[in-house]
Protein backbone atom coordinates (compact mmCIF):
# COMPACT_ATOMS: atom_id res chain seq x y z
CA UNK A 1 0.00 0.00 0.00
CA UNK A 2 1.24 3.47 -0.89
CA UNK A 3 1.66 6.11 1.46
CA UNK A 4 2.32 9.31 -0.63
CA UNK A 5 1.89 12.53 0.10
CA UNK A 6 1.15 15.39 -2.19
CA UNK A 7 3.89 17.89 -1.89
CA UNK A 8 2.78 21.23 0.20
CA UNK A 9 1.91 23.51 -2.40
CA UNK A 10 4.55 26.42 -3.23
CA UNK A 11 3.07 30.25 -2.91
CA UNK A 12 5.42 33.48 -3.49
CA UNK A 13 6.33 35.49 -0.57
CA UNK A 14 3.16 37.81 -1.58
CA UNK A 15 0.76 35.49 -1.47
CA UNK A 16 2.12 33.72 1.64
CA UNK A 17 1.82 37.28 3.47
CA UNK A 18 -2.00 38.19 1.86
CA UNK A 19 -2.78 34.59 3.23
CA UNK A 20 -1.42 35.06 7.01
CA UNK A 21 -3.22 38.41 6.62
CA UNK A 22 -6.07 37.17 5.71
CA UNK A 23 -5.76 34.54 8.56
CA UNK A 24 -4.95 37.20 10.83
CA UNK A 25 -7.33 39.39 10.32
CA UNK A 26 -10.29 37.02 10.35
CA UNK A 27 -9.32 35.46 13.40
CA UNK A 28 -8.71 38.85 15.39
CA UNK A 29 -12.37 39.79 13.84
CA UNK A 30 -14.42 36.84 15.49
CA UNK A 31 -12.28 37.09 18.10
CA UNK A 32 -14.17 40.44 19.19
CA UNK A 33 -17.30 39.21 17.90
CA UNK A 34 -17.39 36.70 20.42
CA UNK A 35 -16.36 38.99 23.40
CA UNK A 36 -19.43 41.20 21.92
CA UNK A 37 -21.74 38.61 21.87
CA UNK A 38 -21.02 37.10 25.66
CA UNK A 39 -22.84 40.19 27.21
CA UNK A 40 -25.47 40.78 23.94
CA UNK A 41 -26.51 37.19 24.84
CA UNK A 42 -27.26 38.46 27.95
CA UNK A 43 -30.10 40.56 26.96
CA UNK A 44 -31.39 37.71 24.50
CA UNK A 45 -30.52 39.54 21.65
CA UNK A 46 -28.22 38.23 18.71
CA UNK A 47 -25.66 40.44 17.23
CA UNK A 48 -27.55 41.11 14.70
CA UNK A 49 -30.17 42.21 16.36
CA UNK A 50 -28.12 44.76 18.41
CA UNK A 51 -26.88 45.61 15.22
CA UNK A 52 -30.52 46.94 13.98
CA UNK A 53 -31.39 48.35 17.16
CA UNK A 54 -28.25 49.76 17.35
CA UNK A 55 -28.36 51.40 14.12
CA UNK A 56 -31.62 52.74 14.52
CA UNK A 57 -30.67 54.44 18.27
CA UNK A 58 -28.16 56.41 16.28
CA UNK A 59 -30.07 57.31 13.04
CA UNK A 60 -33.57 57.10 13.72
CA UNK A 61 -36.52 55.39 11.81
CA UNK A 62 -34.54 54.05 8.27
CA UNK A 63 -35.89 52.68 5.31
CA UNK A 64 -35.22 48.80 5.49
CA UNK A 65 -33.21 48.76 2.39
CA UNK A 66 -30.97 51.38 4.86
CA UNK A 67 -31.11 49.32 7.30
CA UNK A 68 -29.75 46.25 5.27
CA UNK A 69 -26.90 48.84 3.86
CA UNK A 70 -25.85 49.86 7.47
CA UNK A 71 -25.81 46.24 8.50
CA UNK A 72 -24.80 43.75 5.66
CA UNK A 73 -27.82 41.96 5.75
CA UNK A 74 -29.72 40.43 2.90
CA UNK A 75 -33.26 41.71 2.26
CA UNK A 76 -34.35 38.59 3.66
CA UNK A 77 -32.30 38.69 6.61
CA UNK A 78 -33.61 42.09 7.67
CA UNK A 79 -37.16 41.69 7.24
CA UNK A 80 -36.86 38.48 9.17
CA UNK A 81 -34.91 40.22 12.10
CA UNK A 82 -36.75 43.14 11.82
CA UNK A 83 -39.85 40.78 12.39
CA UNK A 84 -38.25 39.02 15.22
CA UNK A 85 -37.67 42.22 16.81
CA UNK A 86 -41.14 43.16 16.67
CA UNK A 87 -42.34 40.65 18.10
CA UNK A 88 -40.01 41.21 21.31
CA UNK A 89 -41.62 44.80 21.09
CA UNK A 90 -38.39 46.58 20.19
CA UNK A 91 -38.89 47.89 16.59
CA UNK A 92 -41.79 48.92 15.09
CA UNK A 93 -42.54 49.18 11.33
CA UNK A 94 -43.79 52.38 9.84
CA UNK A 95 -45.06 52.99 6.42
CA UNK A 96 -43.56 55.53 3.95
CA UNK A 97 -45.48 58.63 3.31
CA UNK A 98 -43.91 58.91 0.12
CA UNK A 99 -43.88 55.44 -1.20
CA UNK A 100 -46.48 52.51 -0.28
CA UNK A 101 -43.98 50.00 -1.62
CA UNK A 102 -40.95 50.69 1.00
CA UNK A 103 -41.55 50.43 5.02
CA UNK A 104 -39.30 52.45 7.94
CA UNK A 105 -37.29 50.48 11.00
CA UNK A 106 -38.22 52.83 14.13
CA UNK A 107 -37.58 51.34 17.80
CA UNK A 108 -40.66 51.36 20.23
CA UNK A 109 -40.08 52.94 23.54
CA UNK A 110 -39.63 49.45 24.91
CA UNK A 111 -36.42 49.31 21.98
CA UNK A 112 -35.24 52.59 22.83
CA UNK A 113 -34.95 51.94 26.38
CA UNK A 114 -33.02 48.61 25.76
CA UNK A 115 -30.55 49.83 23.44
CA UNK A 116 -30.04 52.85 25.03
CA UNK A 117 -29.43 51.03 28.68
CA UNK A 118 -26.99 48.64 26.70
CA UNK A 119 -25.12 50.56 24.25
CA UNK A 120 -23.21 52.31 26.61
CA UNK A 121 -21.63 49.62 28.21
CA UNK A 122 -21.18 48.10 24.93
CA UNK A 123 -19.06 51.21 23.43
CA UNK A 124 -16.60 50.70 26.77
CA UNK A 125 -16.45 47.10 26.05
CA UNK A 126 -15.05 48.35 22.29
CA UNK A 127 -12.92 50.93 23.86
CA UNK A 128 -11.29 48.33 26.32
CA UNK A 129 -10.46 45.58 23.76
CA UNK A 130 -9.28 48.17 21.33
CA UNK A 131 -7.21 49.69 24.01
CA UNK A 132 -4.43 47.03 23.27
CA UNK A 133 -3.61 49.42 20.62
CA UNK A 134 -2.46 52.78 20.98
CA UNK A 135 -4.40 55.94 19.68
CA UNK A 136 -2.13 56.36 16.83
CA UNK A 137 -2.18 52.42 16.14
CA UNK A 138 -5.96 52.84 16.14
CA UNK A 139 -5.92 55.51 13.62
CA UNK A 140 -3.51 53.85 11.66
CA UNK A 141 -5.49 50.57 11.55
CA UNK A 142 -8.76 52.14 10.64
CA UNK A 143 -7.07 54.02 7.65
CA UNK A 144 -5.91 50.88 5.90
CA UNK A 145 -9.07 49.05 6.93
CA UNK A 146 -10.87 51.35 5.35
CA UNK A 147 -8.58 51.26 2.49
CA UNK A 148 -8.47 47.27 2.00
CA UNK A 149 -12.53 47.45 2.29
CA UNK A 150 -12.77 49.81 -0.49
CA UNK A 151 -10.48 48.42 -2.66
CA UNK A 152 -12.30 44.80 -2.43
CA UNK A 153 -15.50 46.50 -3.25
CA UNK A 154 -14.47 48.21 -6.09
CA UNK A 155 -13.37 45.11 -7.75
Given at each position: ???QTAA??Q ?8 L???V ?5 SN???R??N????LH?LT ?6 L?A ?6 L?L?D????ILL????V ?6 L ?7 R?E?A ?5 R?A ?5 G??L???I ?5 DQ?T????V??SK?Q ?6 L ?5 SAA??
Amino acid sequence: MSTQTAAAPQYSAAQERALKLFVVLTRASNALHRKLNERIDLHDLTLTEFGILEALYHKGPLLLGDVQRKILLSSGGVTYTVDRLAEKGLVERRECASDRRARYAALTPKGEALISEIFPSHADQITDLMSVLSSKEQGELVDLLKRLGLSAASE
